[in-house]
């Protein structure tokens, strides 16, 4: 029995530890670089237990999770290219995440995490963003998700129109109504919608800002986006999907206390929504870029030019 022990039990114990290493070995790993594009979303493959980190080519200015309890962001200033993304939690999940450059850019990541799923998928360790060839020539754009985006911040308040349109089938310039007509949201940044014009499912927008604070702000450039909310068992989750815009305008994106500015954007609106959901216009600060101004944008125009 003793030699049947010392042969046995030593056996059983390497094969039981070659069956735990088996199960622990590291999933594929995943290194990939991504050309920067005009409304491109990169799909980010996460795990449990291991981190990925993003370069851009500038420097990153904040990092926003729209489900910071399934992942987690971290992002230094002495490593100012660099973000880092894991898992917080060991269940599957998924989310979006948006990196904003000091420069004004916007990145979008959808992020996905098998949790601690032992099927062997790959895992992106290192994503690494490039410049496009035309980048350095181009003028600075506001927003990877607006396309031949334009700042007149040097020029004259615009008359908005939409670039590409054939001469003889202008646009009606979009003008501020007066304060009176507005109705404001926010507080230190306010926002007002005005005046709203749709052709062929394609919308301009007018709006207002208005700052409000005793500091001077710079502006990002303005987003539209879908909201709602998603009943689950015990809560109701909210739920956010960005609309690509076209084309934008602003006057200023730089205000002193006091001082106010107008713009334009453009979009084309979704075909059909939720009953809770809205349409709404996302305005924020450079240095407050996780506490947006929200302004509800009726999703049916009422102006002339209206849906055809």
């Given at each position: 029995m003793t030699i049947w022990k010392s042969l046995v039990l030593p056996t059983l114990g390497a094969i039981l530890v070659q069956a735990a290493w088996g199960q622990g070995d590291p999933p594929k790993a995943r290194t990939f670089n991504v050309t920067l594009?005009?409304?491109?979303?990169?799909?980010?493959?996460?795990?449990?237990?291991?981190?990925?980190?993003?370069?851009?080519?500038?420097?990153?200015?904040?990092?926003?999770?729209?489900?910071p309890g399934a992942f987690k962001a971290e992002h230094s200033e002495t490593e100012p290219q660099l973000v880092f993304f894991k898992p917080s939690s060991v269940k599957p999940a998924k989310t979006n995440a948006l990196i904003t450059t000091r420069a004004g850019h916007a990145i979008s990541l959808s992020l996905v995490s098998e949790g601690n799923s032992e099927?062997?998928?790959?895992?992106?360790?290192?994503?690494?963003?490039?410049?496009?060839?035309?980048?350095?020539?181009?003028?600075?754009?506001?927003?990877?998700?607006?396309?031949?985006?334009?700042?007149?911040?040097?020029?004259?308040?615009?008359?908005?129109?939409?670039?590409?349109?054939?001469?003889?089938?202008?646009?009606?310039?979009i003008s501020a109504p007066p304060d009176s007509a507005l109705h404001w949201e926010g507080k230190e940044l306010?926002?007002?919608?005005?005046?709203?014009?749709?052709?062929?499912?394609?919308?301009?927008?007018g709006f207002s800002v208005l700052n409000s604070s005793s500091r001077t702000i710079e502006l990002l450039p303005p987003q539209i986006q879908l909201s709602g909310t998603a009943k689950e068992k015990h809560r109701k989750a909210i739920k956010a999907e960005p609309v690509a815009i076209k084309d934008y305008r602003i006057n200023s994106r730089r205000l002193g206390p006091g001082e106010s500015t107008e713009g334009v954007v453009i979009f084309e609106r979704p075909a059909f929504k939720e009953a809770r959901e809205r349409l709404l216009l996302e305005i924020a600060q450079a240095e407050a870029v996780d506490r947006p101004v929200l302004a509800p944008i009726a999703f049916v125009s009422p102006a002339r030019g209206g849906a055809q």
């Open positions: 594009e005009s409304g491109s979303v990169t799909v980010l493959r996460l795990r449990t237990g291991y981190v990925t980190s993003v370069r851009v080519p500038e420097a990153v200015n904040a990092v926003v999770l729209g489900d099927r062997g998928g790959a895992v992106d360790y290192i994503l690494e963003y490039e410049r496009p060839r035309s980048f350095l020539i181009e003028p600075i754009r506001s927003s990877f998700l607006i396309g031949e985006t334009k700042s007149l911040a040097s020029q004259a308040p615009p008359a908005a129109k939409t670039e590409g349109k054939e001469k003889d089938d202008p646009q009606p310039p306010r926002v007002a919608v005005g005046q709203t014009q749709e052709r062929n499912q394609e919308m301009t927008v």
